[in-house]
């Protein structure tokens, strides 16, 4: 190919590129959160305005949003690793100190002894939840065992009869959502003012319902360490996720071969507007070379828009806040996330980007990069389908399929969201008064609470749905906004992975053969479902040093126990455990905690997973994809052992295709290796890193293996807003996406002129549980022999350091 050919495939896709990139950020960017926020402000409109509470006419907090209290004479709620001040609704943040880190003991010692001090007579083991840091730092939630704890002192400190304070506890508890998710817990503001109309007689003690006497704490009935109730919520998973594959795979199918669906109408009309305007033909083709040169030339206003809104956003509109320029490498940074579907986020994003940027920068991206994804993998489906062509598809009539897909789910999901509380307003932040000021780390007094609101729910959908996992705020999908009830948090993980999944029944339907497609899904399945059950294990098991100290991490129908460091307490261990294996299987990066508080074998799970290459279940496309990759490598293993040339979905995998496939698995393990060995051994590298010993290590290990990989989600300990991180994890983020796929698309064009080879009696079948497991087995030795060097001086030398130190029996 001539250079004079390539800049013949480059003109030609300038126009289309431009065109479809501002008509649909007029679709994504402003009518889509236009829409939402008109329904939503109807709908649900005290939800959608940041669930404000009333008492006496005033207005004095969300109750989402947790306030700090310090007095005797109030029921506290978690601690918050905010600043100034705890609490601080502009910051929002976890603590993010590993479990071995000296000084989580020492600050989990000192609440202890702060607890004891103050209430010298209470002898019971304080519940874990009251004595360590929650994931967003904005938890407005404490289990019933915490508030029980306090009742003696608050009775006490208010000259109330502790039967009172303990009814009226029992009248503020919330039960699990809807009998099955999250926990049980009580809203501390919502407590606290209680309380102080108790106090003044607003309410007498015969207006609480409820009992008088606190309840015995004893052990929930636990099957194999989990409590029913979180079996069921993890089975309904399951089966809802089965129960919608097979139906939105077939329907993804029908809209990716132009067949009639019930959508037809609006697809179709829309469709062929936006293309004709761009001057697209639906029925002319590209070839691999023509396809690819399509998407880098579609990245260009992607990763440029993104950038210059950004360096120029305190000039635009929709800026409440007032929020000024983006320093550059900062801004390079995160148009390059975006734009890969990745949303590595190196910033606080309350205080750093607008509204305006948020919407039509951001949300535009998050819609489109997962559409990216898509439009690759359908082209590769096409080579497979295919009998001796030349042409893949036509990469912007997929692109625009792709997006009409998630609009209608994203609006879906949206509104769902927004109905448990999720934001959608463009009403600037709301200032409210602290029921009890205190003091802020410079010794001022602090009266007041700012708390950001915006267009929430438009983009924490999108970015489920797509697989993004770009938070609004800093502490993502841990934040009470992003995520505001156990619920919520089922639809959320839901959203990860609807379409991960369906796109193999898709596959399978394309290429005349579901059963194939439903092979894939099996044996994603099959690590998927162990890998969960080990980190649900792990930090369930609660953190050993914390228990000599008097912290009762034992689960009880009072209290979820476990590992609470970094986790919200309407979830609990077990939802906190399986989204953040579900986040890092689907490429998504969201996150409800901390991973970096996660205990060494969970934390090594969940980099594990991205280790794999994130094809169980993979980001949107790009996930089937790269399991594709794996089938090949599979069969052609299978097929030297057996010695015969191998054969996938009736084309021949030869020399050119297994270069192919081998470069492709090659590209992010040697990125994360050598980025991980030059930030060890540079100051820039070190830097940035927050806990000590192999712990640090890890954060390192975790921020190029998700940068990469595509991921997003970090050990969020780790500095990375620096010159060097933003570059180093710019290059890995690029490099991770966009030399993939183009690999991948040069294999497709190698594909797709193959000839369909009938199955012969030497065929090995693609879909029986022999393959399955052969297929499995590939995938963990790949990434076991790869990464088991590293992950030996991270994880595993972290936990084995608790083992040889005697605070993990084994």
Request: charged share 10%; aromatic share 8%; proline share 6%.
């Amino acid at each position: 190919m001539t250079t004079d050919s390539i800049g013949a495939m480059i003109k030609k896709q300038i126009k289309p590129a431009v065109l479809i990139f501002f008509l649909l950020t007029l679709v994504v960017g402003v009518l889509y959160p236009l829409v939402v926020t008109g329904i939503a402000q109807v709908a649900f409109p005290v939800q959608a305005n940041g669930d404000l509470l009333v008492h006496n006419g005033n207005v004095v907090g969300s109750s989402q949003i947790g306030q700090p209290f310090s007095s005797p004479q109030y029921f506290w709620g978690r601690p918050s690793a905010t600043s100034p001040v705890p609490d601080n609704a502009g910051s929002s943040t976890g603590s993010n100190l590993g479990p071995n880190n000296p000084v989580l003991e020492q600050q989990v010692q000192a609440r202890v002894e702060a607890l004891h001090a103050i209430d010298p007579n209470n002898t019971n083991e304080i519940p874990v939840d009251l004595v360590t840091t929650s994931g967003s730092g904005l938890d407005p939630d404490i289990s019933v065992a915490a508030a029980y704890y306090q009742v003696p002192r608050v009775a006490r400190e208010r000259n109330l009869s502790q039967a009172d304070v303990t009814a009226l506890v029992n009248a503020q508890i919330e039960p699990r959502q809807f009998g099955i998710f999250g926990q049980s817990r009580v809203n501390v503001l919502s407590l606290n003012l209680a309380l102080d109309d108790l106090s003044t007689h607003a309410i007498s003690a015969k207006q609480l319902s409820g009992s008088t006497s606190i309840p015995a704490n004893r052990g929930p009935d636990l099957l194999f360490g989990m409590e029913i109730q979180d079996w069921i919520e993890v089975l309904l998973f399951i089966f809802i996720v089965a129960l919608i594959t097979v139906p939105l795979g077939s329907w993804m199918a029908k809209i990716f071969t132009g067949k009639p669906n019930f959508l037809s109408p609006v697809i179709d009309f829309f469709e062929q507007k936006v293309l004709t305007i761009c001057g697209v033909s639906v029925g002319e083709e590209m070839d691999w070379k023509e396809f690819a040169v399509a998407v880098m030339v579609f990245a260009i206003p992607c990763i440029g828009v993104v950038f210059v809104i950004q360096l120029v956003q305190q000039f635009l509109p929709l800026n409440p806040a007032g929020l000024g320029a983006v320093p550059w490498d900062l801004s390079l940074n995160t148009a390059i996330s975006f734009a890969t579907n990745t949303n590595w986020q190196a910033y606080v994003p309350e205080v750093t980007v607008s509204y305006f940027t948020q919407m039509v920068g951001l949300v535009v991206q998050n819609f489109i990069s997962a559409a990216v994804g898509v439009a690759v993998l359908i082209a590769l489906i096409y080579a497979f389908m295919r009998r001796s062509a030349t042409t893949i598809g036509n990469f912007w009539v997929l692109l625009v399929r792709a997006v009409i897909l998630l609009i209608p789910l994203a609006l879906v999901i949206s509104l769902v969201l927004v109905s448990q509380g999720t934001p959608q307003t463009f009403s600037g932040p709301v200032t409210v008064p602290l029921l009890n000021p205190m003091n802020d780390s410079s010794g001022n007094l602090v009266t007041t609470q700012t708390i950001p609101l915006g267009p929430v729910a438009s983009q924490i959908a999108i970015k489920m749905l797509g697989t993004n996992g770009g938070g609004y705020y800093n502490a993502n999908s841990a934040h009470p906004f992003e995520n505001p009830t156990p619920f919520s948090n089922f639809i959320e993980m839901l959203a990860m992975i609807i379409i991960p999944a369906a796109l193999c029944i898709t596959f399978g339907t394309m290429i005349g053969s579901r059963r194939k497609g439903v092979a894939l899904l099996i044996a994603m399945s099959l690590i998927f479902l162990p890998l969960t059950g080990l980190a649900i294990w792990s930090e369930q098991s609660g953190n050993p040093i914390l228990t000599p100290l008097g912290v009762d991490q034992a689960p009880s129908h009072l209290q979820s126990g476990g590992n609470m460091e970094g986790k919200e307490v309407r979830f609990g261990i077990v939802p906190s455990a399986l989204f953040a294996v579900i986040t890092t299987s689907t490429s998504c990066g969201a996150v409800n905690s901390m991973h970096d508080s996660f205990m060494p074998i969970a934390g090594g799970i969940v980099l594990f997973d991205i280790h794999l290459g994130e094809v169980v279940f993979g980001g949107v496309g790009s996930g089937l994809y790269g399991m594709l990759i794996f089938v090949i490598i599979a069969m052609f293993i299978a097929g030297l052992m057996v010695g015969r040339t191998p054969e996938l979905y009736g084309k021949k995998i030869e020399q050119r295709e297994m270069k192919m496939a081998t470069i492709i698995i090659l590209i992010p393990i040697i990125m994360i290796l050598g980025f991980t060995s030059l930030a060890v051994l540079t100051s820039a590298g070190q830097a940035g890193v927050f806990n000590p010993g192999p712990h640090g290590f890890t954060e390192i290990l975790y921020a190029y293996t998700s940068a990469s990989q595509n991921n997003g989600s970090a050990f969020a300990g780790l500095n990375a807003d620096s010159l060097f991180y933003n570059i180093t994890t710019a290059i890995a983020m690029f490099i991770g996406r966009y030399l993939v796929i183009i690999l991948t698309l040069a294999l497709a064009g190698s594909l797709v002129t193959k000839k369909i080879v009938p199955p012969s009696e030497g065929t090995l079948s693609d879909h029986r549980p022999l393959f399955i497991l052969w297929l499995v087995f590939v995938i963990i030795i790949i990434g076991a022999l790869s990464f088991l060097p590293a992950l030996s001086l991270g994880p595993i030398a972290e936990y084995m350091g608790m083992v040889a130190g005697g605070l993990i029996h084994v």
